[in-house]
């Protein structure tokens, strides 16, 4: 493995995320790290109505089930 930040191949195993995909550790500048990460990009419509919502002063929780977007 090679650490994207610093392109040191001095990395080891670190554990796991919670689709059980490794994950990395950089030796050299500290960084954690998983292969292939794959970024769910959530559009800008759907954050407007994430606003909406939150004036609307609905709970996080129940935003976060409607929009199926996890409540960090």
């Given at each position: 493995?090679?650490?994207?930040?610093?392109?040191?191949?001095?990395t080891t195993?670190?554990?796991?995320?919670?689709?059980?995909k490794q994950k990395y550790v950089c030796k050299d500048c500290g960084r954690q790290f998983i292969e292939n990460p794959q970024n769910k990009r959530i559009p800008q419509q759907l954050w407007d109505r994430v606003d909406k919502l939150l004036l609307e002063k609905i709970p996080?929780?129940?935003?976060?089930?409607?929009?199926e977007i996890s409540e960090p």
């Open positions: 493995m090679e650490c994207p930040t610093c392109n040191s191949k001095h195993k670190n554990g796991s995320i919670h689709n059980r996080i929780a129940g935003i976060s089930r409607v929009t």
